[in-house]
């Protein structure tokens, strides 16, 4: 894409199809990569401590509750063994007497309450309040009611076996806690068995505590404790984005775009970053670097100006030089041709009036420098006519093929002082707008110089290959080659290649640069190829007609 900016014209390349990711999206996708992990990996660990935390508040808790009920049985059975209670009272209903043990009064009964009497009525008002429950049990009970089940069974082995003292498991619906209990003084009247008497402890009490309503608290915190990180996660984003967008991405953003202007053309564009940190750095070197460009800019075209007008002027001088030039050389070459004609004509007199064979041989080298001097004055005199552009074009529609022909008819005599077989290939009916008499020359002086400079017993090859819209004809010769060096320079007027002929039978360089001249005068091309001591092929390129 080209811009156009106080004259200057600037190229920039069009964005490739490359993705572009914004960089704004990049950060708030790095913001979540890091943010959203950590806050998870917080709040999951978090939540299993919240989890750690409720079960060991429910282990705390049985723990207080098995005390309070161990201390209760102990202060019972300090007692006496046991208290008395009214059995008509509300505390003795719905409890099992494992002992008959009561005291009359004259208006009330009153039934002796064991320590797993009491421990049993607790459970039962507990059980009322619906916050715990606890039971005695044994291996060798003497209320029936107090038969250990499963796990009350494991505990109580493990007391005895593994001398621990607490004992306990979490289920989906409860809690359950159990501690040894051990025999005094005062359970020997009870516990007489004498299993139970072989052991310190004589059961068990456990602990029931409801779980499910714990845990479904613990869900519940833990999904608003969830709820909450992914609050502050957003919120967390959210404040990153907002900072990030206005402390780094505005002003990258308006570097981005007075960058672009910039290379546009746009010299005067500036930027204006208040941030006081490195960006503002940043905008005031980017400033220095417009503000130095703009100046090198106007200190450019200055220089350019002048240089264009002393080029101008250098330029009309040489205009002027060459136009002098050209018209000397028509002039000369005009001026010359009239005393030529007549020294040529004088020596044609010679020839046929003198018998002396030296002077008749003599009168033969005058005669080809004669014409040598004659055909280098015709040379310079069409070159001089085709660089002002005077000349006389006859354009008509011809055929290629024939006129190549013809050219190779006249100059075999010329092959065969050499001994040299010109070789062709030209299919017939190919036309081409020719200048017929200007187009010979070409070819004249193309097969000239490939006989020229070929070895003797050699050939000379040339073929004419229609293509789809021109005609291209190549002259090959069998002689030295051209260096690489001369293949640049070899059509510039006046330029002779290095070569292996006599300085006599070298031409002036003008045939190369007059046939180059027509050849563009036909819009064609004329180019050659060289092998160095093997050939060389020029190659001739016309529009068919």
Known sequence: MKTKT???????????????YPLKRKFVFGVVIIIVPIL??????????????????????????????????QWVTDCMGGVFVNVKSQGAKGVKFAINNQIFTKEDIYQIFTPSMVTQKLSQYSFEQKSYQFRLSS????????????????????????????????????????????????????????RRQKTSIIGGLRVTIPYKAIKQSLQKNILLLAGAGICIALVTIIVLVFLIHHLVLKPIVELDDKSFRLSTGDLTTRVSLKTNDELEKLGTSFNLMAQSLMQNRD???????????????????????????????AN????????????KGSINYLERTMKDKEQLEFIGIIEKNISRLTRLISNLFDFTKLEAGTIEWEFEREDISQLVLEVIEIMSPLSLQKNIN????????????????????????????????SMPDSKVAITVIPTEEHIEISITDRGPGISPEDLETIFKKFYTASSNLTHKDQGAGMGLAISKAIVTAHKGSI???????????????????
């Open 6 to 20: 106080d004259n200057l014209t600037y190229t920039t390349k069009k964005s490739s199809s490359k993705i572009i």
């Open 40 to 73: 998870g990996l917080l709040f999951t660990w978090i939540g299993f401590r919240l989890a750690d935390q409720s079960k060991l508040q429910t282990i705390e808790k049985a723990r207080v509750i098995a005390d309070q009920v161990v201390l209760t049985r």
């Open 139 to 194: 291996l060798t009970p003497i209320n029936q009611g107090n038969i250990a089940n499963l796990f009350e069974t494991k505990a109580l082995n493990n007391f005895e076996n593994n001398k621990d003292k607490e004992y306990y498991q979490f289920t989906n619906e409860t809690f359950d806690y159990m501690v040894p209990l051990f025999a005094t003084k005062g359970c020997i009247k009870c516990h007489t068995n004498e």
């Open 299 to 329: 200190n450019l075209e200055d220089r350019i100006a002048k240089a264009t007008k002393d080029l101008a002027h250098a330029n009309h001088e040489l205009l002027k030089l060459d136009k002098l030039k050209s018209d000397f050389l």
């Open 332 to 343: 000369m070459s005009h001026e010359l041709r009239t005393p030529l004609t007549a020294v």
């Open 422 to 453: 010109i070789q062709h290939d030209c299919p017939k009916d190919l036309y081409a707008i020719i200048d017929l008499e200007r187009m010979e020359q070409v070819f004249v002086n193309l097969i000239d110089n490939a006989i020229k400079f």
């Open 527 to 545: 180019r050659v190829k060289s092998k160095k001591g093997i050939s060389s092929t020029f190659i001739i390129t016309l529009p068919k007609g």
